[in-house]
């Protein structure tokens, strides 16, 4: 399974972007997938996880009702919208997934993924 994250850049705080993820290779079902991000000389941090349809979706305290997260192309896609950007969500955004759904408690730590992408860079200009 590969993952391959895009739509990063440079924005000016206030701002919005649209990052995706697309899933290729090996067929995943019924799995949860995620963001996260690492912004420089920082660990990487939780964002936002949804399960496979849909159904259960969280987020991170700071990008509540700034970011949505979703799920496309039969699981094979992972959007990120992000809105209202601030300097402080600057950041690498990485893409994740995991083998399956029966880990949702623990969606926010990164040792429960199985897949990761390469990440996208995303930079807010104050």
């Known amino acids: 399974v590969q993952l391959q994250a895009s739509g990063g850049g440079l924005v000016q705080a206030g701002g919005s972007l649209t990052l995706s993820c697309i899933v290729s290779g090996r067929t995943v079902n019924n799995n949860n997938m995620g963001w996260f991000r690492q912004a420089p000389g920082k660990e990487r941090v939780f964002v936002a996880a949804s399960s496979w349809a849909g159904r259960s979706i969280t987020y991170e305290d700071s990008v509540k009702g700034r970011f949505t997260i979703s799920r496309g192309d039969a699981g094979r896609m992972l959007y990120l919208q992000m809105s209202s950007l601030k300097p402080e969500d600057t950041a690498r955004y990485y893409c994740?997934?995991?083998?399956?759904?029966?880990?949702?408690?623990?969606?926010?730590?990164?040792?429960?993924?199985?897949?990761w992408g390469q990440g996208t860079l995303v930079t807010v200009s104050s």
């Open positions: 994740a997934s995991m083998r399956s759904s029966n880990k949702w408690i623990s969606v926010s730590r990164p040792e429960n993924y199985d897949y």
